[in-house]
C-alpha cells in the first residue's frame, strides 16, 4: 500500500542534542510537510518543499532545518532541543502544488530530557 | 492567530444518534475546507471536503455543511458507531496560499458510546 512512513516513531533526546527524523513516501507526491503539534493544539506547519524547493515558514525557529535528497525523503534536523520542542511531528504528502489533500503519516514523539 | 477554531475540544454522543462537529473561520479568502479524523498514535486521515462553492457535501453517513456567510462548517454523523471516537481536525486552505497550505483547528475529541 502506497503510505507515508516515520522513523523513528518515538524519540528521546537530551537538552542542546541534534535529533533527526525522518519521513519517506511511496506515494510519488511532489510536496512534503513537516509539523509540529504540541498537546491540544493544532498541527503547525514548519516548512514544506515542493520537489526540491524548500519553503519555511515566517514563525518557524533556525533551529528547524530540513532536508529532502530525493522524492521519496525528508528529513527534519533539529540541531539544538530544546524542552519546549518536545511535541509530535507529522510529516504529510501532497500530490501537487495545487492538492489541497494531505496525506499523513503516523508522526514521531519526541521527548527531551 | 488561530484562523480556524474547534472550541468544542470534546463530544460525547450515544452510539445510533448524530454526532455534530463544528469548526468557525476568520479568513474570508479560505475557498476549501476539509476534516481530517486521528486515532490515537497514527497521524491525521482525510475524511470529506467542501469546496466554497457548495453548501453541502455528503459522503455516506458523513456530511459537511458549510455557511459562508457565518464562516462555520459542520461535520454530522449519522448513525454515529464506536468506532467513530477520534479526534476530528477542521481544516482550511485559500486559494492563494502557499502549495496548498492547511490550516487546522485544535481538534474535538470525539467519544460515541454503546
Known amino acids: 500500500d502506497a503510505m507515508v512512513i516515520q522513523n523513528p516513531r518515538y524519540q528521546v533526546t537530551q537538552f542542546g542534542k541534534p535529533v533527526t527524523l525522518s519521513c519517506s513516501q511511496t506515494l510519488n507526491h511532489n510536496v512534503m510537510y513537516w509539523y509540529q503539534q504540541k498537546s491540544s493544539q493544532a498541527p503547525k506547519l514548519l516548512f514544506h518543499?515542493?520537489?526540491?524547493?524548500?519553503?519555511n515558514e515566517a514563525d518557524t525557529p533556525d533551529n528547524f532545518q530540513s532536508r529532502r535528497p530525493n522524492t521519496s525523503f525528508c528529513f527534519l534536523d533539529i540541531r539544538s532541543p530544546g524542552l519546549g520542542d518536545a511535541a509530535m511531528y507529522l510529516c504529510?504528502?501532497?500530490?501537487?502544488?495545487?492538492?489541497?489533500?494531505?496525506?499523513f503519516g503516523p508522526g514521531t514523539r519526541l521527548t527531551v530530557t | 492567530d488561530q484562523q480556524v477554531k474547534q472550541n468544542s475540544p470534546s463530544l460525547s454522543v450515544q452510539e445510533g444518534r448524530i454526532s455534530i462537529l463544528n469548526c468557525d473561520y476568520t479568513n474570508s479568502m479560505f475557498d476549501y475546507f476539509l476534516w481530517y479524523k486521528k486515532y490515537p498514535a497514527e497521524g491525521p486521515t482525510f475524511l470529506i471536503s467542501?469546496?466554497?462553492?457548495?453548501d453541502k457535501n455528503e459522503d455516506g453517513r458523513f456530511t459537511v455543511f458549510l455557511n459562508k456567510s457565518a464562516k462555520h462548517l459542520s461535520l454530522h454523523i449519522v448513525p454515529s458507531q464506536p468506532g467513530d471516537s477520534a479526534v476530528y481536525f477542521c481544516a482550511a486552505s485559500a486559494l492563494d496560499s502557499t502549495l496548498g497550505r492547511l490550516y487546522f483547528g485544535r481538534g474535538t475529541q470525539l467519544t460515541v458510546w454503546p
Open positions: 467542501i469546496s466554497s462553492i457548495k
Open positions: 504529510a504528502t501532497s500530490r501537487d502544488q495545487d492538492s489541497y489533500e494531505q496525506y
Open positions: 518543499y515542493y520537489d526540491k524547493d524548500f519553503n
